[in-house]
């Protein structure tokens, strides 16, 4: 079939692969979109990833931390120009320092009023594009980054057994390294128990596929030990609490709390995060 050079276009800005390469997957997936990226990944050619899809948008990540509620606000713009206008910026943080503090889950009716009132101002199409929210319970905090002049937004919200050294600058300082550590590496899951299964053996299916000359003719036992290997080390890729901590790749993020436990005196953990990028769909 004949492929449209704006699908190419896509399926590349998705996947990362060459034009070619991108063109021949959706010839023989006949444009299904999902069946040429998984081509592309058995072949090597795309990288594995929970999700993609960039679009060209401008825009800015907001957050806000207020009492035990917390937020991650985009508000897409259609220039990097009004993304620094300081009404787009002021406006932005007040819209989403409202939903956080009304512990909204979705933006209301008044945010969207003023988000009208902005775009009549700066002459854009503007939208709430992505809002996450986090909330803290007795014994948690709530750590907030902003990275790149908005570009990226990060939540990360950690446990401490001991209640009363939830405060405490060490587990400020903690919180703050993991969200560096979230804004640099934008785990895909939390932890092992929240991927989702039926993605999860995709990746595998792909996997086989694409090492097919690496277990061909081995024992069925063998190659499943392989496969768990392969499976395991995937795992430990894509799940924040596995992945090297960005201030000492020796040891692990869960490794690193478990320090910082030891130093308090009481169990640290990180329970969640929310991560916002400029441009990525959630």
Known sequence: MAVNPIDVKKLRDQTGAGCGDCKDALE??????????????????????????????????FTAVLGKNAGVLEISCETDFVARNSDFVSTGQAILDALVTSGAQAPDT??????????????????????????ASAGETIVQYIHGEGRIGVLVKLKVEDAAKAADPKVQAFGFDLALHAAAFNPTYLNRTKVDQSWLKEQEEIMRVRDADQ?????DNIVAGIMKGKVDKFLKQISFVDQPFVKDDKITVTQAAEKIGKELGTKVELVDYAYV???VEA
Not at 29 to 57: M, N, P, Q, W, Y
Not at 215 to 219: D, Q, T
């Open 28 to 61: 023989k997936a006949a444009g299904d979109f999902h069946a040429a990226e998984k081509i592309l990944k058995e072949k090597g050619l795309a990288a594995v990833a929970k999700r993609a899809g960039r679009s060209a948008t401008e825009g800015r990540i």
């Open 110 to 135: 008044a945010a969207d009023a003023k988000l009208k009132e902005l775009a009549a101002k700066t002459k854009e199409n503007l939208s709430l594009k992505t809002y996450k929210t986090l909330s």
């Open 215 to 219: 277990l061909k003719g081995k024992p």
């Open 277 to 279: 990028q400029i441009g």
